[in-house]
């Protein structure tokens, strides 16, 4: 098991900066990857930002250039950073850990935090 818990979340003024964080604990050792995912209001949950146990990091089109995801494997803790906020961002951020296939290729994830673009 993997236990995810998101910070970081609130109220921004579009153009502004929000950074989230995650922290993640148990079997860590299983994960193969680290993702944040966002869920607008009457939308699916769609993948923002990825990160690979080796580094390589991986975004949409939408978002790149305006979101950086980093790892700090001592620590337990992937962040995202969010630049250039539009109103398009807002919606329920979700941390995602994604077990590898060796070890039964689940994922988990965090409770989310709730990001709002104002206008």
């Known amino acids: 098991q993997v236990q995810l818990v998101e910070s970081g979340g609130g109220l921004v003024q579009i153009g502004g900066s929000l950074r989230l964080s995650c922290a993640y604990s148990?079997?860590?050792?299983?994960?193969?990857?680290m993702g944040w995912y966002r869920q607008a209001p009457g939308k699916q949950r769609e993948l923002v930002a990825s990160?690979?146990?080796?580094?390589?990091?991986d975004y949409p089109d939408s978002v790149k250039g305006r979101f950086t995801i980093a790892r700090d494997n001592a620590k337990n803790t992937v962040s995202l950073q969010i630049d250039s906020l539009k109103p398009e961002d807002t919606g329920i951020y979700y941390c995602?850990?994604?077990?590898?296939?060796?070890?039964?290729?689940?994922?988990?994830w965090g409770q989310g935090t709730q990001v709002t673009v104002s206008t």
């Open positions: 995602n850990a994604a077990q590898s296939a060796r070890f039964g290729s689940r994922n988990y």
């Open positions: 148990g079997s860590v050792f299983t994960i193969n990857a």
């Open positions: 990160i690979t146990n080796g580094g390589t990091t």
